[in-house]
């Protein structure tokens, strides 16, 4: 079924040709600009899907967008979730308080969010390439969760090369150690010397550059990308959504039908894409709210419809998953409110002016779907406090949902998208708890040691792994060092 199409085109006559799944996520960036995107979104009857297995339920969610896979490819993909601590409930829901509930997508192997996507992701990557007997490279630009969980689920799996890029100095170490350590002969991490926005951007005009691409098909490889310009990732974040409030119906917290919120802490605005899709089938969600970091330009948009980066430099901030300034993702929703013209017109504005507005009658659409709140790193340490001292441990990401949930939620169940471990970002923890400045190794020892935990596994190995990877780049070298990575390995 072809259900993808381009976000934009200048005018009907230059829509382009519909495709389906599999080309979407071996072919992720549209010609002459643009992402690929579900044209309809039709709606689904939850109700039948309350008992449901989270197998069961993607199978659903999938057939009902018309996203076609090989069963078996699909089977495949869902059973990487059996690397998650629980299988059968690969996003757990806690609550919190009253009302209030965690829904924890972390318990992969990475301890962040981006597993959710990324293991099935993986698997269906490396099946489409040894289907078509294709040799892929993969790139990928990571704020710090995206490239470990992408090295990892890719690690020497057949017909798939990766390149990882990452902000230098831009992670935490347990982050940057995740990727340096990541064995595989097909995988290659490079450091560069800039911000996330930088990588991304890197990224994109590689996926572009037609030289970029001649020289590759020289070696006979093709070019995608793992990160959430890929709808292959999206599609598996809208299923967990859906799954979230499912439970709740089934543990009584909430009638079927009864509306609740969904808290996302955003950055590429994947995750809450995921959750328009839900809510646009017809998951009753009364609004979704977003918490931006101090980098908060979603949340002037969805407040004011003005997005402006025209006089914004990147803030390093204690949520580095959400320092991002360019969202990708934004586009595949104005796509969806307003039509792929209207689409082509602001992000033409975008490039020419690094500024678009929208219409008050468009804000309105918009706002109907959406509010947004931004969280300073001051508020941000004080919610994980507050936090821990209810029984609750969160990471600085997760922690800027709760100024979301203080301004909108009230007295309305709700559920926050917990989207890190907190051991990714140890120090910030304890600098909120304990007011300790401490590296990340002492950090978790000294966090562990208090709450009388365990060290968790995936740290105990990680700090005397060997470091595999160690080049630092300027963006302009990276096209080259490809291809010369591509020859020797
Ligand atoms: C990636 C990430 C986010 C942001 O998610 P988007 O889908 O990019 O909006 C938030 N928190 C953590 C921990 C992340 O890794």
Not at 10 to 23: C, D, G, P, R, V
């Amino acid at each position: 079924m072809n259900i993808f199409t381009k976000t934009r085109y200048k005018n009907k006559s230059a829509k382009s040709q519909k495709i389906n799944f599999q080309e979407a996520v071996l072919n992720p960036s549209a010609p002459f600009g643009g992402l690929y995107t579900l044209e309809n979104i039709p709606s689904k009857n939850f109700k039948e899907f309350i008992d449901f297995d989270y197998e069961k339920l993607t199978r659903e969610i999938f057939s009902g967008l018309g996203i076609s896979l090989d069963s078996d490819i699909l089977k495949q993909a869902l059973q990487s979730y059996e690397k998650f601590d629980d299988p059968k409930n690969p996003a757990p829901l806690v609550k919190i308080k009253k009302n209030l509930y965690s829904q924890e997508l972390y318990h992969g192997p990475t301890r962040a969010f981006k597993d959710m996507a990324l293991q099935p992701f993986g698997t269906i990557l490396s099946a489409l390439a040894a289907k078509e007997n294709k040799k892929y490279l993969i790139l990928t630009a990571t704020s710090g969760d995206t490239g470990p969980a992408t090295l990892k689920s890719l690690a020497n799996t057949d017909n798939i090369s990766v390149i990882c890029l990452y902000p230098k100095g831009g992670t935490s170490d347990v982050q940057e150690l995740q990727m340096l350590t990541q064995e595989g002969k097909n995988l290659k991490v490079f450091g560069i010397n800039g911000n996330f926005d930088d990588a991304q951007s890197t990224l994109k005009s590689l996926l572009g550059d037609e030289d970029f691409k001649a020289e590759l098909q020289k070696k006979d490889i093709y070019l995608s990308a793992a990160n959430s310009v890929n709808f292959g990732r999206i599609a598996f974040q809208i299923i967990y959504h859906i799954w979230g409030y499912l439970n709740l119906v089934k543990n009584n917290h909430i009638k079927f039908g009864e509306e609740f919120y969904i808290v996302v802490p955003s950055g590429n605005f994947g995750n809450a894409l995921g959750a328009f899709y839900a809510k646009k089938m017809g998951l009753p969600v009364k609004k979704i709210i977003i918490s931006s970091n101090p980098n908060n330009i979603l949340t002037e948009f969805i407040q004011t419809g003005i997005y402006n980066i025209k006089d914004k430099t990147l803030i390093k901030s204690y949520s580095p998953a959400m320092d991002i300034l360019k969202s990708s993702n934004i586009e595949r929703i104005l796509f969806a409110l307003f039509g792929g013209e209207r689409t082509y017109e602001l992000m033409e504005n975008l490039q020419k002016n690094l500024h678009y507005e929208i219409s008050s009658s468009e804000l309105e659409s918009l706002q109907n779907y959406f509010s947004a709140v931004s969280c300073t790193d001051r508020e941000c340490l004080e919610y994980i406090k507050k936090s821990f001292n209810m029984g609750y441990l969160l990471d600085p990401h997760t922690a800027t949902t709760l100024k979301g949930v203080d301004k909108f939620c009230k007295d309305v169940p709700t559920i926050i998208c917990s989207t890190a471990e907190w051991t990714k970002f140890a120090p910030s923890v304890v600098e909120a708890i304990f007011d300790k400045k401490l590296n990340d190794k002492e950090a978790i020892a000294f966090m562990c040691e208090k709450n009388h935990m365990p060290t968790p596994d995936f740290i105990k190995n990680l700090f005397c792994k060997p470091m595999i990877h160690s080049k630092v780049l300027e963006k302009e070298n990276i096209k080259s060092e490809i291809l010369k990575w591509l020859d020797f390995k």
